[in-house]
């Protein structure tokens, strides 16, 4: 089976106070954009993970499909599979990417063995591999709150939008920028309608990252220049988008130094 999983955005992300378990609230928007990885698995006489496209860093053996294979395993014992990613969406971007592919494994795996879990059976499960999963087993615009597993679904709309995403290749640790941010309550913030309110909306970790990393400022600059409505950093970095109510035709160039896309949003 194929599955090609999907990247996010955070539209706003305000981070409070640290929690008892190490982790931080937030409150953010996450909205699901048309940047995919490509995602195989198929029935094979032993378990294998292949990766192709960009190099993920550290063992294999840790990879966040595995661990989601071997999380269904604990279950209910699961025959082994082949698994192979072709990776796409750029990693310590703050897109989910990882967290994405994790989910479509439990997805697939679930499709494919006929396991019957719910897509909220699904959720717990995935929260186990990390804060973003559960958010990719819905894939639907959400107030997320808590670490990141309280999910409510809201009517956001950017259907007919162009999302330009810029990548400057600046990895930014999570731990590192989680240092950097947090200790308050988390303000009341409005949420998305079928129109959203980018007035209300903020990314607390852009301040730092911006100070830390003068590029990325410039790259938001850059796109506020070519006519974006809105501009911010997602999650912790370093992936910049501006928010266009058309396609701003841009040259190859445009970004020197970062990769972008120009997305359509439907």
């Not at 992300?13 to 931080?24: E, I, N, Q, S």
């Not at 048309?34 to 294999?60: A, W, Y």
């Not at 999963?133 to 162009?162: M, S, Y």
């Not at 020197?256 to 997305?263: C, N």
Request: charged share 20%; net charge negative.
């Amino acid at each position: 089976m194929i599955r090609f999983p999907n990247a996010k955005v955070n539209l706003s992300l305000r981070v409070g106070k640290k929690r008892d378990d190490g982790f931080h609230e937030i409150s953010s928007i996450f909205y699901p954009i048309p940047l995919h990885d490509i995602l195989e698995i198929t029935p094979s006489e032993k378990l294998v993970f292949h990766n192709s496209g960009l190099r993920i860093p550290g063992n294999p053996g840790d990879n966040l499909c595995l661990k989601a294979y071997q999380l269904l395993s604990r279950e209910k014992h699961l025959p082994p599979v082949k698994i192979h990613l072709h990776k796409i969406i750029p990693m310590g971007a703050g897109l989910g990417g990882g967290s994405s592919d994790a989910s479509s494994v439990l997805i697939v795996l679930n499709e494919l063995f006929k396991l019957g879990f719910s897509n909220k059976e699904l959720q717990t499960f995935s929260s186990e591999l990390g804060s973003d999963c559960p958010f990719f087993i819905e894939n639907k615009p959400c107030h997320v709150q808590g670490r990141g597993e309280i999910l409510e679904p809201i009517e956001a709309d950017l259907q007919g939008w162009t999302l330009v995403l810029v990548y400057p290749s600046i990895h930014i640790p999570t731990g590192q920028a989680y240092l950097h941010v947090g200790g308050n309550e988390i303000p009341d913030q409005a949420l998305v309608g079928s129109q959203p309110d980018f007035g209300s909306m903020r990314n607390d970790f852009q301040p730092w990252a911006e100070k830390e990393y003068p590029a990325l400022r410039d790259i938001g600059k850059q796109l506020q220049s070519l006519g974006a409505e809105y501009v911010s950093m997602s999650g912790s970095g370093s992936s910049y988008f501006g928010l266009f109510r058309s396609d701003p035709g841009l040259s190859p160039d445009q970004f020197s130094g970062s990769d972008f896309w120009a997305l359509n949003l439907t």
